[in-house]
Nanobody, 126 residues
Framework: QLQLVESGGGLVQPGRSLRLACAAP????????IGWFRQAPGKEREGVSC????????NYADSVKGRFTISRDNAKSRVYLQMNSLKPEDTAIYYC???????????????????WGQGTQVTVSS
């Protein structure tokens, strides 16, 4: 069963950057659409960004457009979320999720994803 591992979270000041990574040890991700989601305390899980299996299609939540960039390196079986100009409201646990598909699509909502990581904490605070 595909198991995902997130890394790269931490505590940063507002305006700074972090890069999150999603990996699946022992598996390749090149046939999976990947989504990044986040959940802040007391709030529902929300979609942040997604990328198709080939990388040709991406999608961003309005709240992160222009600040976050999703990318993937299928040779390394890694999907990245580059987060710039971080704000306190970006504070949350960030999860990556995978859905097996060969179509050049990705999915903004969580229901289609079959595999989830344990999450990595991102805290933006001065």
């Amino acid at each position: 069963q595909l198991q995902l591992v997130e890394s790269g979270g931490g505590l940063v000041q507002p305006g700074r950057s972090l890069r999150l990574a999603c990996a699946a040890p022992g598996f390749t991700l090149d046939h999976y659409a990947i989504g990044w989601f986040r959940q802040a305390p007391g709030k529902e899980r929300e979609g942040v960004s997604c990328i198709s299996s080939s990388g040709g299609t991406t999608n961003y939540a309005d709240s992160v457009k222009g600040r976050f960039t999703i990318s993937r390196d299928n040779a390394k079986s890694r999907v990245y979320l580059q987060m710039n100009s971080l704000k306190p409201e970006d504070t949350a646990i960030y999860y990556c999720a995978a859905h097996s598909t060969s179509r050049n699509v990705c999915y903004a909502g969580p229901k289609v994803y079959d595999s989830w990581g344990q999450g990595t904490q991102v805290t933006v605070s001065s």
